[in-house]
């Protein structure tokens, strides 16, 4: 379906707007090829995508082929545009194609959603200073990537011998959906000190602890965990397993750290792990996203205790917002 044009929004004359449909797959599956080190999270999340409420996917074609994608969803009761997603084929990288989109889809946004305010987007810390300086900087999390085997590690998870302790933390507990929507969007004076800017960061996309959010955060099939309902020192959140083009049976696990408790965030880990790995066949990637002042130590215990590979340093991710 070519989109209508939009009235004072720069375009190039030879790109033309379309929101994407399931036959485009392979054509941004082609120009996406190589990105993020094989941890596209893209071809797993096209298709649900292209038919998702409140989400438009925009494609710039040249000459009838794809060249460009970009997402825009709108989220917080309507009030923000989470921009995902974007793709340019190598060949047009450099030539300014990622800025008239991004105008294009910002002003279709307004143009359909009238109350949005603001867009907001999650990068790490490759961003240029030129490139900070067009967002406020709204929070900071520290990424860790760590690879394993999942078979190796779930035999490794049942010979631990983990006994209880006087300085062991009690178990941890799994959400139902009643305890989401109590804990992280009605009671949100007990996250304060939780939540990076009273936002859940997960995955990539931040949502404002709203009520707003929880039929879209429940249907994520999210494991919602803390070490207690009632006064929360650390929470997690942790994406169903997806495979991703790194290689053969390979799959990614995204798994978000809220607080400041370092030994229950280590005991959510372990179940979120145990709950994961006995299914999965082969390698994982693994990625926490986690307080900065968390990364070294949680680094420590997912290489020495849980035998993990450390797949690079210390990584940001910002959390950046830019009115629209």
Not at 11 to 35: M, N, P, R, W, Y
Not at 156 to 161: D, E, Q, T, Y
Not at 204 to 211: D, E, G, R
Not at 252 to 280: C, M, T
Request: glycine share 8%; with cysteine.
């Amino acid at each position: 379906m070519k989109l209508e044009a939009i009235p004072g929004v720069p375009q190039d004359g030879d790109l033309e707007f379309v929101l994407a449909t399931d036959k485009e797959f392979e054509e941004v599956v082609s120009i996406s090829e190589g990105i993020y080190g094989g941890l596209d999270y893209l071809p797993s999340r096209y298709h649900s995508w292209v038919g998702e409420k409140d989400r438009m996917v925009v494609l710039a074609k040249k000459g009838g082929d794809v060249i460009a994608l970009l997402s825009m969803f709108v989220v917080d009761g309507g009030q923000t545009a989470l921009l995902e997603g974007l793709r340019v084929a190598p060949w047009e990288r450099g030539r300014g194609v990622a800025g008239v989109l991004q105008r294009f889809c910002c002003q279709l946004v307004k143009h359909r959603y009238p109350s949005v305010k603001v867009m907001r987007l999650t990068r790490d810390d490759k961003l240029t200073p030129k490139e900070l300086n067009k967002y406020r900087v709204i929070a900071k999390q520290g990424i860790l990537l760590v690879r394993f085997n999942a078979p190796d590690l779930s035999a490794r998870l049942s010979s631990l011998a983990l006994t209880p302790g006087p300085s062991r933390p009690p178990p941890p507990i799994l959400l139902t959906p009643d305890d989401v929507r109590d804990v992280f969007l009605e009671r949100g004076g007990l996250l304060k000190d939780l939540l990076p800017n009273q936002t859940i960061i997960q995955d990539w996309q931040p949502f404002q602890a709203l009520p707003d959010n929880h039929d879209l955060l429940l249907r994520k099939s999210l494991r919602w965990m803390a070490d207690d309902v009632a006064r929360p020192r650390v929470a997690t959140l942790c994406t169903p397993p997806f495979p991703v083009p790194a290689g053969p049976l390979c799959f990614y696990l995204n798994i978000d750290v809220f607080g400041s408790g370092l030994r229950g965030a280590q005991e959510q880990l372990l179940s979120h792990l145990a709950a994961h790995a006995p299914s999965l066949p082969g390698d994982v990637r693994c990625q926490l996203f986690l307080p900065p002042n968390m990364w070294r130590p949680m680094a420590d215990f997912c290489t020495s205790v849980l035998g993990m590979h450390l797949e690079k340093g210390y990584t940001d991710q910002y959390l950046l917002e830019a009115d629209i």
